[in-house]
């Protein structure tokens, strides 16, 4: 019976069956014309003999490793992993003759890939080796074991700071972060890498602590453990080392002679050696006096001794009374001038109020409901009334904010604030521009403006000087905060805030990178700031920094994509600084532009958040009936244009949305429709269910994406429908929406402008307005927490009450520390107007002299 060898099979027979296979079928076993070869007679007598061998690598990423055999003589040679042969289309091969030998070498490679491995993660290790194949037998190849390569974030163990004294042995301990293949420990001292070849007063210790031998007061310093392998580089929290020096009296010096008052003295200094660095002053006298024998007391004359001690007095009284008299004209000029500046900024605290929402309208689903929080007891520690007898004549308008009205301090496209010569300011009432196309389409002339979307919508414009202001594309969870100060004094800003939808802006993505926030332009680029701005923005992972690495890219002026910052590596001298909260990106940076977060997962575990939105024809004359299924990032400006777009179609929310954590998994997500009563509907999907490929979904190129059930009901007088909707991930997580309406009644939830306009606040606010903290009592806060206080009752202990302190060296890299974190509270708690909170921080400090100003509704 003649043996049929298909391009798939591979021949497995051992050596003396081959032969016999030769020799009687006349036959050469070929597996694959492209992975077999026939020797010359002259080597059938020769084994394999391998030249390269597979080696053990590691997959960075998701960059695929590449296995190479070279084998010679062979008439084929094959990878097998882990027990499996690799696919024979898999196999690169290379034929050659070794110039020397004559022999002829095969030489094949593989491709090893992320997912191949992750396939067996936890229940082997993965290996391939190659089989080569002569006439005459086989020869197997080493194995080399394939690993993913990954450096957790977190250490085991951490340096703690000491302080020693002068010549003290210090001993830093390190135990870096759980990484394959096993990081590698640096230490640096104020940034700079401690080498212990060139210095010997240090040593590293197996177990990468670092021994300073001696501790010099060079070796005072901030000391961080680097771990570093393939994947990444991680730093430790710094830890200060102090060393100090207490200080020793030199000698006594030589008895001096007796003086006038008949008494000689001798003196000391602490200088053997002087303290140094917070060490110990010296203990006991500096001075030492002795009365002198009667002998040895000079005589003087009485007389002149009284006449110089008359002068003395004299010259001393004169002095008092000329200090006297500077004081009390000092003391009149300050008040005089105080009393001018409290009316003049009495604008800057009248008519403070916290700041609410309108409620939505009964029936309307809301998504993210924000309640403004009850008063607080202790709010009556952090209350200034306001003066409403002070008036100025440079106040026009009114700044109070009432409760439920849309009348908050709108914008001009002209000077809002103009400097007067003797430092008050006017305020207008500023309004919107009656075309506010106007003013895109002028920025829109200008080079760098020319690719802005001309979508008036989501685009928001002000002017802005020194007082700040704040900046809201409403309901899209992007705003802008421009604190105050930011702007240099003398200048007047005309900014603008949009968020970008057309997709030829997307910026380009590889790999395993995908988009988690909206792409956000704010400008104009090039402006000078004074200090950071804070951009908000919504994202879409799982806040879980273990499973990203999430990169800041900002578009340049050539318009290609920059990486300007990686989440949990900042540094302080960086101009931009990001804190990821469970939904919200705060970004502080000093210099606007465009910019985006993109996530690349490091390992199957990291996850983005869906938005599952469910949609149907608010109203149906026919047979068949549509329910439209939106899969989109958990954002609110993606979850606001499908809105739109269900309002323009005629639509209908049909059940509250659902949050699906999709896996980087490279399963597909998959959507079915079932427990429908046959009796009056049936289904017109051909399949069991409808599918959306995993890279779709990944690389958030399409803001949203949705699929169509086309339901057909037997009887026109059918209008309930029952039905189960189901989405999932392959092989992961799933939601279910259990559907029970009536098709016919028009539903509550249809899509109008009442859901649509939930947030309510304006877009465009100036000055005090645009805070929660009047600029006067944000002042006295600062000045009062911004000095260190021995007992930690200081900004410190203000960020640790507020839950910032993984931010503390940003905050303690500025000018003004206070202020930065009032300006990250702003931000948070500008729609919650949650005051009272902020009080009671204040009280548990001990700050109560830093007075809030906060006016109840009762008082408005």
Known sequence: MPLLLGPFVRCRFSATLRVLWLVFAGFTCTGSEHATATLPAAFNDLLPHFLVEPEDNFIVKNKPVTLTCRSTPATQIYFKCNGEWVHQDDHLIERTIDPATALPIMQVTIDITRQQVEKIFGLDEYWCQCVAWSTTGTQKSQKAYIRIAYLRKNFEEEPQGKEVTLDQEVLLRCHPPEGVPQAEVEWQRNEDVINPGSDLNFFMTTDHSLVIKKARLGDTGNYTCVAKNIVARRKSNSATVLVYVDGGWSEWSKWSACGADCSMWRSRECSQPSPGTRGKDCQGLDLQSLNCTSEQCPQTVSGAEDVALYVGMVAVALCLTLLLIVVVLVYRRKKEDLDSDVADSSILTTGFQPMGIKPSKPGVWAPRPRRPPPHSKNSHLLTIQPDLTTTTTSYQGTLRSRPHTTGKFSMTNGPLLDPLPNGSHTLHNGKLNSDPAEFVSRLSTQTYFKTLPRDVANTSYGTFNFLGGRLTIPSTGISLLIPPEAIPRGKIYEIYLTVQRKEDLRLPLAGCQTLLS????????????????????????????????????????????????????????????????????????????????????????????????????????????????????????????????????????????????????????????????????????????????????????????????????????????????????????????????????????AVDAEFLLMDISASALAGPSAFQIPYLIRQKICSSLDAPCPNGADWRMLAQRLKLERHMSFFASKASPTSLILDLWEAQHFHSGNINQLATVMADIGKQEAMIFLVSDGEC
Not at 519 to 546: E, K, T
Not at 561 to 576: A, F, K, R
Not at 602 to 607: K, Q, R, S, V
Not at 620 to 644: A, G, W
């Open 518 to 749: 909206p792409v956000v332009s704010c400008g104009p680029p090039g402006v000078v700031l004074s200090r950071p701005v804070i951009l908000s923005m919504d994202h879409c992972s799982d806040a879980c920094l273990d499973n990203w690495a999430v990169r800041l890219k900002k578009q340049n002026y050539e318009g290609t994509w920059e990486d300007v910052l990686l989440m949990g590596e900042e540094l302080v001298s960086e101009p931009y600084y990001c804190q990821l909260e469970a939904e919200t990106c705060r970004l502080f940076t000093e210099h606007l532009g465009t910019l985006a977060l993109v996530g690349e997962s490091l390992h199957m575990g990291a996850a983005k958040r869906l938005r599952l939105v469910l949609f149907s024809d608010a109203y149906c004359s026919t047979l068949e009936y549509n329910i439209r299924v939106y899969c989109m990032d958990d954002t609110q400006d993606v979850f606001k244009e499908v809105m739109q777009m269900e309002r323009q179609l005629g639509g209908r929310l049909i059940d509250e949305p659902h949050i699906l954590l999709f896996k980087d998994s490279y399963h597909n997500l998959r959507l079915s429709i079932h427990d429908m009563p046959q009796a009056h509907w049936r289904s017109k999907l051909l399949a069991g269910y409808q599918e959306i490929p995993f890279y779709h979904i990944w690389n958030g190129s399409q803001r949203y994406l949705h699929c169509t059930f086309t339901l057909e009901r037997l009887s026109l007088s059918t209008c309930e429908l029952t039905c189960q909707l189901c989405v999932w991930q392959v092989e992961g997580e799933g939601q279910s929406f259990s559907l029970d309406f009536n098709i016919a009644k028009q539903d509550t939830r």
